[in-house]
DNA sequence: AAAATTATTTTGGTCTGCCAAAAATAATAA
DNA sequence: TTATTATTTTTGGCAGACCAAAATAATTTT
């Protein structure tokens, strides 16, 4: 099995489940993974062969320790490549993810233990993901929706659910990015959305938005 | 045909021809890419096909414009990626061009116009060779091998020809790198070798290494 | 000019990652 | 508890990148 085919899996294993050891299903794997259910099947099968995964037929797909280990390490390459493509070339957090999964499959452990350095080895990507460290340890922030939030109340942006560029353009228009402050003024309850002020301006964002806004 | 397997023999075919579009063997580059001839034969028909490279069967190959242009791309992106790597995370010149074997591959040219822009668009990578702009334009620079110098006379150090990393760390061990200066002081007519003096220290160098270091 | 050597191409396979369609198993709705 | 629907697995195939061995072609030696 080709060691990128691998780390595809193990990653889309680790999020789907998500970084708990859940078991996954054939189906949503496929679909993340843009392959068709069969192409799963025999995967997974050779995954289990190198003790990367449980597998249980016809029930569904767990990582291994081994497995978990590895998943943490391509999380980490990608979300340390992010950073240090937004932070040290300039890129866009829009930009970013679509590099760093190319990125992360570059094999050398010394390469990214130098990114990290050169960033100051960072515990939040661009997006507020937790990067775990070289032993695959991170605590993981406790984010809440913004749409679970109260009227009145002041909070700050720690990450966000979607991670789409047109999302992240979205903010950008808004000169929203991870640490801006964002109080909520008034919540119209007939369509979810929120009266917000938002870098001394009041905006109102629809729920889509506020629900994929994630706040501490 | 996968791209990185089209673009690694666009690079070899680029190489082995000199940069020029002389022919290239079918067996110099089945040995330069590590397969049989018979997998090359295969491969630059269908090279071919896509218009990268004249082939004559029995005869040889040689890169169409085309070809060239994008053979020119890859050397480019390899080489700003080895002096990226070098000047920006610390990289000795014996380790950066595996990484950059790899990292040549990713394909966005705005990330390695990000990277020269980085390190000040150089010319000239950490081995010497000649970084190619944009648009594939680049003066090759005028080297002569030391085995050709004459006694007496001093040079600067401006390339190698041998670029493995055994020789790369021999050079380091007595500090030699590219614009060292070096002084012929005799040639050994027995066994090429030549007494040297290089960074204040008088050297003997055996014909093997004078004639894989390339001065001006 | 033969003979011997070397290089190239052809032919028949393997292995990996994938898909389409059919068959077998769940899971859900009626 | 049957149907109906959804998911999973099996089966048979395909394309890409490769190789081994045999068949050709070119080059070099004698
Ligand atoms: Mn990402
Ligand atoms: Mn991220
Ligand atoms: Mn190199
Ligand atoms: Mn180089």
């Known amino acids: 099995m080709h060691q990128q ?18 078991v996954v299903t054939n ?3 496929a679909d993340r993974l843009h392959v068709i259910p069969a192409t799963v099947t025999e995967a997974v099968k050779k995954l289990h062969q ?10 569904g797909t767990r990582l ?9 390490n391509i999380v980490r ?18 930009e970013v993810h679509e590099l760093a999964e190319e990125l992360e499959h570059i094999k050398s452990d010394k390469l990214v233990q130098k990114l990290a350095k050169k960033i100051g080895n960072p515990a939040y990507d661009p997006h507020g993901d937790p990067i775990p460290d070289e032993k695959g340890r991170f605590q993981k922030p406790e984010f809440k929706k913004l749409a679970d939030a109260k009227v009145g109340r002041t ?7 979607d991670h789409s560029a047109a999302f992240l353009k979205f903010l950008d228009r808004y000169k929203m990015k991870i640490g801006t402050t964002i109080k909520v003024v008034e919540i119209e309850n007939f369509d979810g959305s929120m009266l917000t002020v938002c ?16 706040v501490r």
Chains 1, 2 share one sequence.
């Open 5 to 22: 085919t691998i780390e595809n899996y193990l990653k889309t294993i680790y999020h789907l489940s998500d970084g708990n050891s859940f």
């Open 27 to 29: 189906k949503d794997l």
């Open 50 to 59: 190198l003790k990367l995964v449980e597998y249980e037929k016809s029930y």
């Open 64 to 72: 291994t320790s081994q497995g978990i280990k590895q998943a943490l």
């Open 77 to 94: 390459r990608h979300r340390i490549w992010e950073t240090y493509l937004a932070q040290e070339l300039g890129f866009g957090w829009d």
């Open 155 to 161: 909070y700050t942006l720690s990450g966000v659910a």
């Open 199 to 214: 870098n001394s301006k009041e905006v109102r964002l629809s729920l889509q938005v506020v629900s994929n806004l994630l």
